[in-house]
């Protein structure tokens, strides 16, 4: 089992401040869920945990097994078991899609131990198939010309093949229809088990109708200020969040 700690996690974009004391702890073998208004953190959290350089880290640690990430750079954050499936995945010509999946596989594996061309071939079409993708995007140019709801399978894709110990899934189900939503979220419940734990931002219950998390946290003004069960998430689709300020006390305004 592993285990990752947000601690008293304080980031500042562009000297404004955002995360204002953020604490959250999870454990391979779970699913957390992080919902909150606009504006909150959410994708904050996301980015510095992934060590966006936009996103100025002023305070706390982020620990993977007793390790701080913050000390590391993106890349060595990626191998040590960490994976970020973005809002918006980028275009980039010249590398296909099998090209890429199969170099950040073995960037994460020593010397003798790269995964082979055969192996690689048929672990790709099995999971193509779990995501009902065409073939022919293997060797297409990452994302280019993909539309919003292939950019967002090919982002679970990536998922499925290199198999991080760690998932940060910002948006994922952003401008999915409900079939692709299905799909995305099979193969997001592909990867549970004792070696996985993925950690969820979602503005939507919906999605969670299909992922059934371990743990929902709300984020409000930059912290994390009520963990619940699923029905938590039941709860704000219902109410929105000015029935969890309220209930807190909290004096901020709610832009939902």
């Not at 305070?59 to 970020?84: H, I, K, P, S, T």
Request: proline residues 2%; negative net charge.
């Amino acid at each position: 089992m592993s285990e990752l700690v947000i601690k008293n996690l304080h980031v500042s974009v562009e000297d404004t401040e955002i995360l204002k004391g953020a604490n959250l702890t999870m454990n391979t073998g779970e699913i957390h869920a992080v919902m909150g208004p606009n504006g909150a953190g959410k994708s904050t959290l996301a980015a510095a945990v992934m060590g966006h350089p936009a996103y100025k880290v002023t305070q706390g640690e982020v620990l993977l097994d007793g390790e701080n990430l913050l000390e590391l750079d993106v890349d060595e954050r990626a191998r040590a078991g960490m994976f970020l499936g973005v809002q918006y995945p980028s275009e980039i010509q010249g590398i296909t899609n099998a090209e890429f999946i199969r170099t950040a596989i073995n960037a994460r594996r020593a010397k003798d131990e790269q995964i082979n061309i055969m192996e690689f071939i048929n672990k790709l079409d099995e999971k193509m198939e779990v995501l009902e993708m065409d073939q022919d995007m293997a060797e297409r140019f990452l994302n280019e010309g993909f539309s919003g709801g292939e950019k967002k399978r090919n982002e679970i894709l990536q998922l499925l093949m290199i198999e991080p110990t760690f998932a940060i899934l910002d948006e994922i189900d952003s401008g999915l229809d409900i079939d692709a939503l299905r799909v995305v979220a099979e193969g997001i419940n592909a990867m549970r088990g004792e070696n996985f734990g993925a950690l969820i931002i979602t503005h939507y219950q919906r999605l969670l109708n299909y992922i059934e998390p371990d743990f929902v946290h709300i984020i409000i003004d930059g912290k994390v200020v009520k963990t619940g069960d699923k029905e938590l998430a039941k709860r704000l689709e219902a109410e929105g969040y000015k029935g969890i300020v309220e209930e807190l006390g909290l004096d901020v305004e709610i832009d939902e």
